[in-house]
């Protein structure tokens, strides 16, 4: 019997040596599997963490974009606003003028725009009645004495010469066709100003197409300086 347990002792001893062999093989292999894995977990981290970052940065600058033009829209939109309060003031002005500048600014405007002398005037049925004859006389009067002057002012004092005077300017109107404008029969619905008319050719002279070209051109210069770069 002591044979026996001699042979069971050392067979146990055995095993627990190989036991402990395998468990010590077994714990360096863990250990390598978790050093392994603990460094792809942090290399993955790592990118993770950077394209985060990328991608943070990347909306970050989206949203700066996106903001950046809005701001410049409602500025855009504010300043347009302004020009438009601005525009139509001026509009209201112009057609609202005392009667007397009303009809010089009339006139000077008839006057840079006449080519031929000839033309036709059409106003708003307003202002053909209240103003138009006015300003084709007015009109007239300055083209003749453009082409034709008239007697010198000490002669035109008097009754005759102020009508030698004026069948000077009545001839010469004949003669060199200017101061030939008339005033139209046809009305136009337009807040004031005029249109002129030379055959087929009509120029747009109302204060409401004046103001709004001039307002065109000024949004652009506005849009033009909000936007540079």
Known sequence: ????????????QDAQAEIDRLTAETDGKVKAILADAQAQAQRESGEIE???????????????SAAQMERRKLELGAKQEVLGEAFGLALEKLCT??????????????????????????????DRNKVGKQVVMAANEALVKERAPGLPEEMS????????????????AIVTGA???????????????????????????????????????????????????
Request: charged share 30%.
């Open 1 to 12: 019997m002591e044979g026996i347990e001699k042979i069971t002792a050392r067979i146990a």
């Open 50 to 64: 950077a394209r985060g970052r990328a991608a943070a940065d990347e909306r970050l600058e989206r949203l700066s």
């Open 97 to 126: 003028l005392p009667d007397q500048e009303y009809i010089a600014l009339l006139t000077k405007l008839v006057l840079e725009t006449s080519s031929s002398g000839k033309e036709q005037l059409i106003f708003s049925q307003k």
């Open 157 to 172: 004092k008097s009754k005759v010469g102020a009508f030698v005077d004026k069948l000077v300017h009545n001839t010469a």
């Open 179 to 229: 101061g030939m404008l008339t005033l139209a029969e046809e009305t136009r619905d337009i807040r004031g100003g005029f249109i002129m008319v030379d055959g087929d050719v009509e120029i747009n002279c109302a204060f409401d197409t004046l103001v709004r070209l001039q307002r065109e051109q000024m949004e652009k210069k506005v849009a033009d300086t909000l936007f540079q770069s």
